[in-house]
């Protein structure tokens, strides 16, 4: 099964997947491509991303090993095909990755019939947002909050909305989503 996470830049994506992650010995992060700088915190995921210039993306896309790809605050992410392969092949396992509302729909469309998807949009109040991500040390705040309505937007094509105030309840409806999904054929 692939749990998919998204939401805007601040809502605690990265840190749900890393709770999940250090709780479960069979949820693994799915890597993908970007063509971003690293953050600190990114270790504390192992190496959540393949980074790549811009250019070694955009040859990535002509050589056909990109299924889906999206610019994010001008930076490039993407999803390998060699990487829905690995959640397909996998059986023993589940993995979990942040991708962007734009690709949700395209990688749950591909992996329809080979695998279960559970999709899950993390929601926090604008404020909180701002206050997270000058803790984080992020300078381009208003270009990551002005996203924000763009991706609520797509709110309504997940499985479920959580809003993420506090880390240990936002685990707790996870998991009981995980079980409902595993149960399901």
């Not at 392969?85 to 942040?98: F, S």
Request: net charge positive; glycine share 4%; charged share 30%.
């Amino acid at each position: 099964m692939l749990i998919i996470i998204s939401g805007s830049a601040g809502v605690g994506k990265n840190t749900v997947m890393t709770a999940l992650l250090e709780k479960y010995d069979n949820i693994k992060l799915l890597q993908s491509c970007t063509t971003r700088a690293p953050r600190k915190t990114d270790s504390a995921m192992h190496n959540p991303y393949i980074y790549l210039t811009k250019e070694q993306f955009e040859q990535k896309i002509k050589n056909g090993e990109v299924f889906e790809h999206e610019e994010i605050h001008h930076n490039f992410y993407g999803m390998l095909y060699s990487s829905l392969d690995t959640i397909v092949n996998d059986k023993e396992n589940h993995y979990i990755k942040d991708i962007g509302v734009l690709g949700q729909k395209s990688i749950k469309d591909a992996l329809k019939g080979r695998t279960k998807v559970l999709s899950i949009f993390l929601t926090a109040p604008k404020e909180e947002l701002i206050k997270r991500l000058k803790i984080r040390g992020d300078h381009d705040i208003d270009l990551r909050i002005s996203r924000m309505e763009f991706e609520l937007s797509y709110a309504k094509n997940y499985d479920a909305v959580i809003e993420n105030i506090s880390l240990e309840k936002t685990i707790k409806e996870i998991e009981k989503l995980i079980k409902k999904y595993e149960k399901i054929k």
